[in-house]
């Protein structure tokens, strides 16, 4: 893949990059490693300060980014600005918390004294996807940085704009020369990166087939990996949850991001009950979206990233047809410049279809009915991913089995799925393993050193 900026919503090409050479990136790898060496002494004030102005800087320019956010990759233009905000809140966050969570932590022994002692790792390689351009990349660097560590990013290649000017950022914020760096790269490079000493870490959000590649290059070196791969998102609703709440939302929750987020709701899992009245009124809706330019302000869903993106979703759909599921409305490709598909509903899912359990990067949403709870998490659960749950219901009773059986990293209670700096993000499964964000997020890449002293 090219690295380059191609307007999603035109098929144009707006810019094109070369890619580094070898001797350029291994520059960049001693330029990390000098930069780690004065970082890691860096008083948490200091790091703070510079991240708080990383923060305002984005808050400063937040249009400016948004624009490059929709033009590479054409989410509608207020979820962007939306996403530049988003990223000042992680800055401020560990601006504010970094020093106290990596505070010394005694522990009672009987030693005279016994505590663990969290310090920085080095340079962590981070390679970051393109459906949340700015915010993938704040909530693993602004954790990163403030414990210490130095970054080097490699963005996917079709938001090469982007990934310059978050490194920009750090810069203006006073982070120095070789602290964050950005890395033009195809992913046929990120393995040299791997098996490299010198990074001594790495995080990936992507694909699962991405995840197992980066996955098993850290382990063959022995080197810790965070990865956050795919979701296919249970949206569960039961008698109890006001339905016309919850319609609304769970029409966002399926084309947010124009339908490509992890964490976006895919299969919408809903009692018999009331499984007609949610599909007749979820069907209208999603037939009553504003389709366009992303730019236009009354925009709700955009075009996907790519060409093939729409080759691959429509490939798909077409499968579960063909497997015997019901469309209810779409089922695809729009006839307009960009990459365009018409928002989809598909019932009667075959377990043999890839809308039953795959990953579906667009806005399709496959809708189950089911007989009661038990029904609702078995389906839940019957797929291989484990990333996020929404479920709606006002039985405490209920909300409990949810919490306690669903198999997910995460299960929001009459609320979509969302990331947030104060609590910890990931999934099980194929969805991955560690963290992002949170206390748990800044202790990944960091070593928790055993402190004993007789």
């Known amino acids: 893949m090219p690295i380059a900026s191609i307007n999603p919503a035109t ?26 060496k004065a970082e890691r002494k860096t008083p948490f004030s200091v790091r703070a300060e510079r991240m708080t102005k990383a923060a305002k800087i984005i808050e400063r320019d937040k249009d400016k980014f948004a624009h490059l956010m929709t033009l590479e990759m054409g989410k509608p233009y207020k979820q962007a600005v939306a996403e530049a905000v988003k990223c000042t809140t992680a800055c401020y966050f560990y601006a504010e918390n970094a020093e106290k969570i990596m505070a010394d932590e005694v522990v009672e022994t009987g030693a005279k004294k016994s505590f663990i002692r969290y310090l920085p790792l080095g340079p962590i390689l981070a390679v970051m996807p393109w459906n949340f351009p700015f915010w993938q990349v704040l909530r693993f660097a602004a954790p990163a940085l403030m414990a210490g560590n130095v970054g080097l990013l490699k963005h996917s290649s079709n938001v090469p704009q982007c990934a310059l000017a978050i490194e920009q950022i750090f810069l203006e914020a006073g982070f120095p020369e070789g602290v964050f760096q950005t890395l033009l790269i195809g992913s046929a490079q990120v393995d040299a990166l791997l098996n490299d000493p010198r990074i001594r870490a790495a995080t ?23 990865l956050e791969l795919g979701g296919s998102d249970p949206f569960i609703i039961m008698p109890s949850a006001d339905l016309n709440t919850v319609l609304d939302t769970a029409v966002f929750a399926r084309i947010q991001n124009n339908g490509q987020s992890c964490i976006a709701a895919k299969r919408f899992i809903v009692a018999e009950p009331i499984a007609d009245e949610f599909e007749k009124k979820f069907v209208a809706k999603m037939e009553g979206l504003k389709i366009g330019d ?51 509903v598909l ?21 189950f009915r089911v007989k009661d709870q038990d029904e609702a998490i078995r ?69 928790a050193k055993t402190v004993w002293v007789a």
């Open 347 to 367: 019932t009667n899912v075959p377990k043999n279809s890839p809308a039953y359990g795959e990953e579906f990067f667009g806005p399709v949403a496959s809708i």
């Open 11 to 36: 098929g144009e090409v707006v810019k094109t990059f070369t890619p580094l050479t070898d001797a350029e990136v291994e520059e960049k790898i001693q330029r990390a490693v000098i930069a780690f």
């Open 204 to 226: 990936l959000t992507g694909s699962e087939q991405a995840g197992i590649q980066v996955g098993v290059g850290a382990a063959k070196r022995i080197k810790k990996v965070v």
């Open 294 to 344: 992303p730019f236009d302000e009354k925009t709700e869903l955009g075009p996907l990233s790519t060409p093939d993106a729409v080759k691959d979703l429509d490939a798909d759909v077409q499968k579960t047809v063909k497997a015997g599921a019901t469309l209810l409305t779409g089922g695809h490709p729009i006839k307009r410049p960009g990459n365009f598909y018409a928002p989809t």
């Open 379 to 447: 389906v839940a659960n019957d797929v291989r991913f484990g990333l996020g749950a929404s479920v709606w219901t006002n039985d405490e009773k209920e909300r409990e089995r949810f919490i306690n059986e669903i198999d997910a990293g995460m299960v929001f209670i009459n609320k979509i799925v969302a990331s947030d700096p104060r609590i910890p993000f990931g999934g099980v499964k194929a969805s991955g393993h560690g963290r992002e964000l949170g206390v748990v997020g800044i202790r990944e890449f960091v070593n």
